[in-house]
């Protein structure tokens, strides 16, 4: 069974930092592509980022461009987004998500929990 | 991609038929056009992909059309868990996006 436990989520003021992670169980990490999408408060959902399986591919929404990173660590079944430069706007539950294939197609098939961030002052 | 979801809100019976459209402002590349179901405090969840081909373990009351820029998600016989919000998601051009949302409710 797939499951994917999401973490990291918490309180932190405007322009500060936070590293969210995603351990991955029950099927073969490194041969799935991985996104991050978000859920803004009573909103809709935002595919924010997504990394190919090898991890050489990195995707970003312009909104998160040069202030969001996201890695993975194929030794530990796990993926990260850090978060620099938080804005009010990125307050929102990130969900990671396992993509359809390794490279290529964002069809989210498999859904963390999601961990809550909120920036605030 | 911008997507278009209608109506905002379906209220309906147990039993009945929901008809949710989602529109595209531009055509999706290979009908990549995917359903998900939310359900209060829980992930969404895949129900169709490639526009007409259900998830694993979804039951066949559930079924997408469509083609082009205008999809369709069908639900014949509204279940009592059925009642959720349902999002179309495009994944055929860059960046994969998503459209606002339908609300099936109780009428």
């Known amino acids: 069974e797939v499951q994917l436990l999401d973490s990291g989520g918490g309180l932190v003021q405007p322009g500060g930092s936070l590293r969210l992670s995603c351990a991955a169980f029950g099927f073969t990490f490194r ?16 595919w924010v980022s997504g990394i190919s399986g090898s991890g ?16 993975r660590d194929n030794s530990r079944n796990t993926l990260y987004l850090q978060m620099d430069s938080l804005r009010v706007d ?8 396992q993509e359809w294939a390794n ?19 | 991609t911008v997507l278009t979801q209608s109506p905002g809100t379906l209220s309906l019976s147990p039993g009945e038929r929901a008809t949710l459209s989602c529109r595209a402002s531009q055509s999706v590349s290979s009908s990549y056009l995917a359903w998900y179901q939310q359900k209060p405090g829980q992930a969404p969840s895949l ?20 083609s082009g820029t205008d999809f369709t998600l069908t639900i ?18 860059s960046p994969p996006t998503f459209g606002p949302g339908t609300k099936v409710d109780f009428k």
Request: net charge negative.
């Open chain 1, 31 to 46: 041969s799935y592509a991985m996104s991050w999408v978000r859920q803004a408060p009573g909103r809709g959902l935002e």
């Open chain 1, 56 to 71: 050489d591919g990195t995707y970003y929404t312009d909104s998160v461009k040069g202030r969001f990173t996201i890695s």
């Open chain 1, 90 to 97: 990125d307050t929102a539950i990130y969900y990671c998500a």
């Open chain 1, 103 to 121: 490279v290529g197609v964002p069809l989210f098939v498999h859904w963390g929990q999601g961990t809550l961030v909120t920036v605030s002052s």
């Open chain 2, 47 to 66: 129900l169709i992909y490639g526009a007409s081909s259900r998830a694993t373990a979804i039951p066949d009351r559930f079924s997408g059309s469509g």
């Open chain 2, 76 to 93: 014949t016989r509204l279940e009592p868990e059925d009642f959720a919000l349902y999002y179309c998601q495009q994944y055929g051009n």
